[in-house]
């Protein structure tokens, strides 16, 4: 399996960015585009933790508290992408963004139920 997390870079208080995650390969039996699908974020000395998430056919999202409302997950299973569309950009947003396949087809905020994950991306969010 391979994620490969792009679209980071500097922006401005209340820019957007569009993060983007393709993957590749096969976990446990099944195409990686059957797997739920999460977002986390690691700022500057903090633990990772969960921005939002993906059922494998995107009929299921759910987000962190601090990013609902402003950010949008989404897929594209026939490109085997994975979007994260951020808006409304606050330097709080300021991290790496890692992207990641869950065990299943869907997507908790437990980071325990992710097994793959991408290299990750930063996002810097000036004030």
């Known amino acids: 399996v391979q994620l490969q997390a792009s679209g980071g870079g500097v922006v401005e208080t209340g820019d957007s960015l569009r993060l983007s995650c393709a993957t590749s390969?096969?976990?446990?039996?099944?195409?990686?585009?059957?797997?739920?699908m999460g977002w986390f974020r690691q700022a500057p000395g903090k633990g990772r933790e969960f921005v939002a998430g993906i059922s494998w056919n995107g009929g299921s999202t759910t987000y962190s508290d601090s990013v609902k409302g402003r950010f949008t997950i989404s897929r594209d299973r026939s490109k085997n992408t994975v979007h994260l569309q951020m808006d409304s950009l606050k330097p709080e947003d300021t991290a790496v963004y890692y992207c990641?396949?869950?065990?299943?087809?869907?997507?908790?905020?437990?980071?325990?139920?992710?097994?793959?994950w991408g290299q990750g991306t930063l996002v810097t969010v000036s004030s």
């Open positions: 990641a396949a869950a065990r299943g087809s869907f997507a908790g905020t437990d980071i325990a139920t992710y097994n793959y």
């Open positions: 390969g096969r976990a446990f039996g099944r195409t990686i585009s059957n797997n739920g």
